[in-house]
């Protein structure tokens, strides 16, 4: 070494300890060593798609989280965003159960990096499908006058995908249709729920199809009238006062377009002969088609019959009523019964209603002149009874009377 290096070694190994001196403190006062602490930094899965395709997956919808400890100059340590710490955990290679899988953390400068726990549990869970009902709820009420018809939807079943734990969670995949007044048919799409047993929809789990499309007719009512198809005959001595049916008119329901043509409802035929007391018979109704009744399902038809029975009222000779006497003559009665018989065959109930001031006996003289003649009177009696009486007779049936001059 020349004298002259020999002369400047000295200078020059001060200068360099000099510089290292600046440099520590620089480095120690103006950008000092420092630790900070990031909490729950989430942990992402890696390869769950392939983990998936081999027929696992993660178990519960815990997050994952770790402590992360970042040690550096501080310039360093501030520039690391929270968003660039990196936790993942890859699980490829591992089966189902319960597994402990390495965590592995990334960040980005020249930061050293600790963090806890250096493992999580996850547990793996085999990926199942079952196929599972389709409920539909329908919430609200049609329009006054009318009623839901039967629902009808597609599908009925649908596949549920997911872990076993979950799938087996599964009560029912429902479906809520929801109604205002409506008064048309309904055909609607509506989306899928899987639901457990209290209700309460179940999370991560894949619908074969997330939608069901729901068909729901709405029926009208209308009130008819029942019209008894029945046959009946009394037995001798015996005859049908009544026929009635119970109830006289019932609610049916059906589209509006088969209801407008309908106007009343007819009972199953029946035919009942020789009846000698009063009877019940329980019938079905004959619906058409696209048509129900709302209740009852069948009527009654009541049927009454009474006795015939023989009634006589007399009437004298003076209350007869001779009707269009010729002015001048008069009616000489003094040949005629002093009373005369009104025979009446009819039941019990017509004959209570027969009152003998209602009843007439009426001979027309009209044309006739000065003479002696014999003449059949006419009975006049109430309609009702006229038309209900099995017989009407007059006794006897013609009488002998006279005009003569006044």
């Given amino acids: 070494m020349s004298n002259f290096n020999r002369r400047n070694l000295m200078p020059k190994m001060i200068s360099i300890l000099f510089a290292l001196t600046i440099w520590m403190y620089v480095m120690s006062e103006i950008n000092p060593r420092i630790t900070t602490n990031e909490q729950n930094i989430p942990i992402v899965f890696e390869n769950i798609e392939e ?6 997956v993660v178990k519960g919808n815990e997050d994952y989280t770790i ?19 990196k936790a993942t955990a890859d699980l490829l290679g591992y089966r ?4 402990n899988i390495p965590i592995e953390v990334s960040v980005p400068n020249d930061v050293e990096v600790d963090f806890s ?6 547990e793996l869970e085999e ?28 599908p009925t079943v649908v596949w549920v995908e997911g872990p076993e734990s979950l799938v087996n969670a599964v ?44 068909t729901l007719p709405i029926d009208q009512l209308k009130t008819v009238e029942v019209n008894p198809l029945v ?8 005859e049908v006062s ?78 007869v009523v001779f009707n269009n006497v010729a002015s001048g003559l008069r009616v000489d009665r003094s040949e005629m019964p002093e009373v005369l018989q009104v025979k009446i065959l009819a039941n019990e109930t017509v004959l209570q209603a027969v009152d003998i001031k209602d009843i007439k006996i009426i001979v027309d003289m009209g044309g006739l002149d000065e003479n002696q003649y014999t003449i059949e009177p006419v009975v006049d009696l109430p309609f009702l009874v006229q038309r209900r009486a099995r017989q009407i007779e007059l006794i006897p049936k013609t009488i002998n009377v006279r005009l003569i001059r006044e």
């Fill in 51 to 56: 983990v998936r395709q081999m027929g696992l």
């Fill in 171 to 214: 009560e029912v995949v429902e479906a809520t249709i929801k109604l205002a007044e409506e008064f048309q048919n309904i055909t609607t799409e509506i989306p899928l729920r899987p639901l457990n047993s209290r209700g309460e929809e179940v999370q991560n789990v894949w619908l074969e199809t997330n939608r069901v499309v729901v």
């Fill in 117 to 122: 726990p250096k493992f999580i549990r996850v």
């Fill in 231 to 238: 046959e009946v005959t009394g037995a001798t001595g015996y």
């Fill in 242 to 319: 009544s026929i009635a049916v119970n109830p006289s008119t019932v609610t049916i329901r059906g589209q509006q377009e088969i209801l407008d043509t309908i106007e009343y409802i007819e009972t199953e035929a029946i035919v009942i002969n020789n009846v000698s007391e009063n009877i019940t018979r329980s019938v079905g109704l004959k619906l058409p088609e696209g048509v129900t009744v709302v209740e009852p399902e069948t009527v009654d038809i009541v049927i009454a019959v009474e006795a015939i029975v023989e009634e006589i009222f007399e009437i004298t000779r003076d209350d």
């Fill in 127 to 154: 990926i199942v499908s079952k196929q599972k009902p389709i409920n539909i709820v329908v919430e609200g009420t049609p329009r006054k006058g009318h009623v839901l018809g039967k629902i009808t939807y597609e």
């Fill in 67 to 85: 402590r992360v400890r970042l040690s550096g100059r501080r310039d360093a340590v501030q520039r690391v965003s929270r968003d660039e710490i």
């Fill in 96 to 99: 189902a159960g319960v597994n």
